[in-house]
T-cell receptor, first 113, second 114 residues
Framework: DVKVTQSSRYLVKRTGEKVFLECVQD?????MFWYRQDPGLGLRLIYF???????EKGDIPEGYSVSREKKERFSLILESASTNQTSMYLC????????????FGDGTRLSIL | DQQVKQNSPSLSVQEGRISILNCDYT??????FLWYKKYPAEGPTFLIS?????DKNEDGRFTVFLNKSAKHLSLHIVPSQPGDSAVYFC?????????????FGTGTLLAVQP
């Protein structure tokens, strides 16, 4: 079974703080993704990485950065947290083959006060 | 511009009956479609998928139908069970570049009444 582990289930931070969200997968997947989920908006892609040290912007990258130094780990960084970044953050990974699904972690509920 | 649309925010069905969840898309170049199920406080779980070269894929109680001419996707659950109560997301991908991104719909909350 694929295991995608996000370091925190719940996190509370203050406006202006630098926030790190960590994601680790154990299936040697090449591709990794960060989404945020908001009511009525579905899942929106923030950043993705198709291999180590590779990254590409998704649909809503503003205010975020990412790091992929090792294949199994993909970090999302909120450079200076703001209240509109309060959300559920979901990490996913997949094999880089045709028609392979993404597998998700359980999410981090982040609140910015 | 919402490329993948789930127009029904919620659906209520009696246990044992059929649940039909619908999804429409606008980009005719999408070539792979997926359904995910999500319980509260958990991540989405992959349920079933279909390639654009097919019009039906079945896995146990779950069947996905693809109508390319109508750009319409549906998920049938038969028979529905209370444990199926969850939010269902459809997603579409366009294979290109180094990876294929998924475009998600906004989700449909399914409630299966005992």
């Amino acid at each position: 079974d694929v295991k995608v582990t996000q370091s925190s289930r719940y996190l509370v931070k203050r406006t202006g703080e630098k926030v790190f969200l960590e994601c680790v997968q154990d299936m040697d997947h090449e591709n990794m993704f960060w989404y945020r989920q908001d009511p009525g908006l579905g899942l929106r892609l923030i950043y993705f990485s198709y291999d180590v040290k590779m990254k590409e912007k998704g649909d809503i990258p503003e205010g975020y950065s990412v790091s992929r130094e090792k294949k199994e780990r993909f970090s999302l960084i909120l450079e200076s947290a703001s209240t509109n970044q309060t959300s559920m953050y979901l990490c996913a990974s997949r094999f880089d083959r045709v028609n392979q699904p993404q597998h998700f972690g359980d999410g981090t509920r982040l609140s910015i006060l | 511009d919402q490329q993948v649309k789930q127009n029904s925010p919620s659906l209520s069905v009696q246990e044992g009956r059929i649940s039909i969840l619908n999804c429409d898309y606008t980009n005719s170049m999408f070539d792979y479609f997926l359904w995910y199920k999500k319980y509260p406080a958990e991540g989405p779980t992959f349920l079933i998928s279909i390639s654009s070269i097919k019009d039906k894929n079945e896995d146990g109680r779950f069947t996905v139908f693809l109508n390319k001419s109508a750009k319409h996707l549906s998920l049938h659950i038969v028979p529905s069970q209370p444990g199926d109560s969850a939010v269902y997301f459809c997603a579409a991908s366009l294979y290109g570049g180094a990876t294929n991104k998924l475009i998600f719909g906004t989700g449909t909350l399914l409630a299966v009444q005992p």
